[in-house]
């Protein structure tokens, strides 16, 4: 595993485990833990109304939370190093993959000259000005993207097939 793999992973992990998500569980007689949805525990303490507090705040969802403004480039704190170029890009990917919402400002800080989607504003591979999820078959209901090159008139290949009698003269 590469070092950016283990980055991709730990933003992913990061990101896919937030305090919301925290459960509060019992593993011994004066020991409760709280736990994130991936299972690992976060912390143990002697009562349960100490872990159910430290669940929604406190130092552990700080943690979280400063990672988090890290992650994003809002971060205050002068000891956060500045992320690379690469990691970046590792973050807007794996925000995407995710579709979270601060996505496209991931996408913008990561990719500073590309262009963006006009809808959906996440970064553009082609020169068309919507993405290929937002730039969807005209036909009411029908989702398939428009990328696949087999369509015409705004209607996937599927929908235009059908439409095939109303272009015949
Ligand atoms: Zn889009
Ligand atoms: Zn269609």
Redesign the pocket.
């Known amino acids: 595993m590469t070092v950016s793999d283990r980055f991709a992973d730990s933003v992913r992990y990061h990101f896919s485990n937030p305090p919301q998500d925290w459960t509060v569980r019992k593993l011994d007689t004066r020991r409760w833990a709280i736990v994130n949805s991936a299972d690992d525990v976060i912390s143990t303490h002697p009562t349960r109304t100490a872990a159910e507090q430290n669940r929604t705040a406190g130092p552990y969802v700080r943690i979280w939370t400063d990672r988090t403004a890290w992650y994003l480039g809002t971060s205050t704190d002068p000891r956060c190093r500045a992320l690379t170029p690469e990691e970046l890009r590792i973050i807007a990917t794996v925000l995407i993959d995710l579709d979270h919402p601060d996505a496209p400002a991931a996408c913008h800080r990561a990719w500073p000259d590309a262009e963006f989607?006009d809808?959906?504003?996440?970064p553009l591979r082609g020169p068309d000005r919507?993405?290929p999820?937002?730039d969807h078959c005209s036909t009411d209901g029908c989702t398939n993207p428009l990328d696949d090159g087999e369509g015409f008139d705004g209607y996937c290949g599927d929908c235009a097939d059908r439409r095939d009698h109303l272009y015949t003269t």
């Open positions: 989607c809808l959906c504003d996440l919507l993405c999820r937002c």
